[in-house]
């Protein structure tokens, strides 16, 4: 037989009161019930831990010795306990999120501003990075979830992907220089002389675009390359020449114009993934469920539509 919980909360309320009556009226439990636990916990420490006086008891050597270990272990089941309950409660916990640079830069911040009003005590941990850099944190356990650009060509199956939202792929310039075109919406094949602020190599959008480029019969003129969202959308405020971007992040970039595509256009689907095998935290969930809404019921710019 092993010491139950339940036996040593029993054990330390009659050390409390000194008496079983009161003890047993204390825990809601009729005194035989009290009785019987305590008899069997004597009968599996083997010694006797109370004697019994007229008028109330008084502890053994033996209950002496189990007092300070039985306060201990129902101190720390009762802290185990509030723990949980906090993590359930979502009074304490962590999120690790992952996010591709333009998300971060729009959707993001006003998902997290919702989430910490309403759970302020959640710790949040973002990570910045391109698709395939933050499947890679997935899989290694380091993120709860990313936002990512849903891969074309399938996947991996250790991760499941929910598409959230889809979103057109625009034309940014300077709102205060000329159009790229006198129509409302541009060729791709029009940019085939106009300098691009183009994005580093392994950056989401740059292959999108060369490819996008390619099939429309042209190698594409680079004005400055090499930087991530929040550096492109600099250059092209400062007139260095125009760039292919996600719609969602001029939403607040009064410095700049949005240009939409000719049809086909160009479009890309984000999704949220996680893996596949494993239970996300109360937490995570939480801001899943968030975020969710947050695209389900706020307006969204031009070109982004929820799915």
Partial sequence: MEVQLQQLRYFLEVEQTRHFTQAADNLG????????????????????LFERLRGGVTLTAAGRTLLPLAQRMVADADAAQEAVADIV??????????ATPSLCSSLVPEVLRTFRAAHPDIRLYVDEGGSQDLIGNLQAHTLDLALIVQPEGGVDDS?????????????????????????PQIALAELEHTPLVMFR????IRGVTLEACRKAGFTPKFAVEGGEMDAVLAFVEA????????SMVLANRPLLRATPLAPPGMRRT??????????????????????????????LPAGVRPL
């Fill in 239 to 246: 007139g260095l020449g125009v760039a292919l971007v996600p």
């Fill in 159 to 183: 991760l499941t992907f929910a598409p959230v939202l889809r979103e057109s792929l625009v034309v940014a310039s300077v709102a205060d220089g000329p159009p790229p075109t006198a129509n």
């Fill in 29 to 48: 439990v009729s005194q035989p019930t009290l009785s019987k636990q305590i008899h069997t916990l004597e009968t599996t420490l083997g010694a006797p």
């Fill in 270 to 299: 984000i999704a949220l993934a996680h893996r596949t095998r494993s239970v996300l935290p109360h937490a995570a969930d939480a801001l899943r469920r968030t975020l969710l809404h947050h695209v389900a019921t706020q307006q």
């Fill in 201 to 204: 190599a392994g950056y989401d």
């Fill in 89 to 98: 409660g979502l009074r304490r916990g962590e999120v690790r999120l992952g």
